[in-house]
């Protein structure tokens, strides 16, 4: 879990201080809850949109491809 901690904090290039933060809340409630909690915690407007963001990106990989999917974007998995 830890690595998952740390490519998150990299990717939304959270500061020192929020990366401890983002890490305790994580192990405290595990990723699938610390989405759930992301509305209640104080974090800065931009640390928010960026972790906004993931959530979106993660929400969209978890109901798989839209309808809407041109060829362009390449092969749909089964």
């Known amino acids: 879990m830890h ?15 929020e990366q401890i933060i983002l890490q305790s809340l994580i192990e405290e409630y595990g990723f699938h809850n610390f989405w759930d909690q992301l509305e209640e915690e104080e974090f800065s407007d931009d640390l928010k949109n960026k972790l906004q963001a993931v959530k979106k990106i993660l929400n969209a990989l978890e109901l798989g491809p839209s ?12």
């Open 67 to 78: 309808p809407e999917r041109s060829e362009s974007d390449g092969p749909r998995l089964p």
């Open 3 to 17: 690595e998952s901690i740390r490519l998150l904090c990299d990717l939304i290039e959270a500061p020192p201080q």
